[in-house]
């Protein structure tokens, strides 16, 4: 468990500040809950009410466990009830116990299955996930933020009286495996040094995501109890994608860039519907060999002057869709108010561009001696594919790379070549 009682050795006045300030960390994980109605009120409950449970979707850091009430507007009055008092609370915080699951009862409010196994993981990359325990502010109505530490604990093994013996790592900032975010999470610089604070290893997926467990007491704008995800790298952090990895922003969250981002080879930062990039004046981003931004139509990216931008090879790119916004989301609360316009006055350094995908591109009558990256809308390549250049073939000679890159499709037509030692890739 997690607790931030705020007595000590010399005060243990604990009800006078964050008194009942204990999270369980539970070894099952935390999870977003949706549950059936009518609930019961059997003996076996003590006469509580029962609501049969499900877990929904794994949220390492914004979900609850099977050890909490879970939080909900079970009296359908718009309101979730919370008593953010130290102690004792006139009215208990709205909220449920678990004793049955998917139509079993599994009595899970007893806390049976409470004990981390030998070899189970606490950390950044695990579910639950290893942080702070963040209180709520019935003014804002928000939490505060969940701040990412890079401590892991491991359970290394049991001694016959019960002990654990744990291993206990510092600046343990490796996700390996694929792992959803939610809430208001902050990024600082944990290591406290110019390594990163955070690595996607190769082939995983970051999922930056709106939570579906309630985390505000009154609805929002859009008619639920959830804010949406706001993940911070804050100034002197580094957050680094090694190749081959993905980071999805998705569901109105914001990822808001303050320190230093680093994408690799191949891989990929999504920004999805609704979503927001933020990067502030005196951000850093940096885009290596066919690494990659998209803005997909209907999200967002607002670039500050005095962001520093590197898009170092001529296959590193930000690609904005048709219908993707410079700018922020309206719907959303605003952290800037000097977003750059125009994608021809963001100031990058490099050989990679900033493509709008807005325009169908055609090759034709072109023989290709060099690398290039072409983007566009959807491309065309071959002898006849448009009228408005002379017809010919596309030849890629003299061991150029080049790699069409599309939000639409591609189409190689008659008359495209790649000859020996000249290579080409698609991807969309």
């Known amino acids: 468990y997690i607790e931030a009682i705020s007595d000590d050795r010399s005060n243990t006045a604990i009800f006078s500040s964050n008194g009942n300030a204990v999270k369980w960390f539970h070894p099952k994980g935390n999870y977003d809950y949706d549950f059936n109605t009518p609930y019961s009120t059997p003996c076996q409950s003590y006469n509580n009410r029962v609501y049969n449970f499900k877990e929904i979707k794994p949220n390492p850091i914004g979900g609850q466990s099977r050890a909490e009430r879970i939080r909900e507007d079970f009296d359908n009055n718009n309101t979730i009830y919370v008593d953010i008092n130290a102690n004792l609370p006139t009215t208990s915080n709205e909220g449920y116990d678990v004793w049955m699951r998917d139509s079993v009862y599994t009595y899970d409010r007893m806390l049976q299955d409470i004990a981390f196994q030998t070899g189970q993981i606490l950390s950044m990359s695990s579910n639950p996930c290893l942080t702070n325990l963040p209180q709520y502010n019935n003014s804002t109505k928000k939490m505060s933020p969940f701040i990412l530490n890079g401590i892991s604990v491991k359970i290394m093994s049991y001694s016959s009286n019960g002990n654990a013996n744990v291993k206990i790592a510092f600046n343990d900032i490796a996700i390996g495996s694929n792992i959803r975010y939610t809430g208001l999470i902050h990024l600082p610089n944990i290591t406290q040094n110019a390594n990163a604070d955070m690595i996607i290893k190769s082939g995983v997926t970051m999922s930056i995501d709106k939570s579906g467990t309630p985390n505000r007491d009154t609805k929002t704008s859009f008619g639920d109890f959830i804010n949406p995800t706001e993940f911070y790298c804050l100034a002197g952090s580094f957050f680094k994608q090694e190749e ?172 495209f070549e790649s000859t020996a030692g000249a290579t080409y890739e698609i991807k969309k």
Do not use: M, W
């Not at 999200?299 to 690609?319: P, T």
């Not at 490099?350 to 807005?358: Q, Y």
């Open 244 to 415: 081959n990895s993905t980071v999805e922003v998705s569901n109105l969250s914001t990822l808001i860039i303050n320190g230093q981002y680093e994408i690799n080879d191949n891989a990929v930062l999504r920004i999805k519907a609704g979503s927001i990039l933020q990067l502030k004046s005196g951000s850093t981003l940096i885009v290596k060999n066919s690494g990659k931004i998209i803005i997909e139509n209907g999200s967002y990216i607002c670039v500050e002057s005095g962001a520093n931008i590197q898009l170092q090879h001529y296959n590193s790119a930000i690609n904005l869709y048709e219908s993707a916004v410079l700018g922020t989301n309206p719907n959303l609360p605003s952290y800037s108010s000097n977003c750059i316009s125009s994608i021809s006055t963001i100031s990058k350094t490099g050989s990679g561009t900033i493509n709008r995908l807005n325009q169908t591109v055609y090759i034709q009558n072109e023989t290709i001696t060099t690398n290039r990256y072409i983007a566009g809308k959807n491309i065309y390549v071959g002898h006849h594919v448009t009228t408005t250049k002379p017809p010919g073939n596309v030849v890629i000679t003299n061991n150029a790379n080049v790699i069409f890159d599309a939000s639409g499709e591609v189409v190689l037509d008659a008359g």
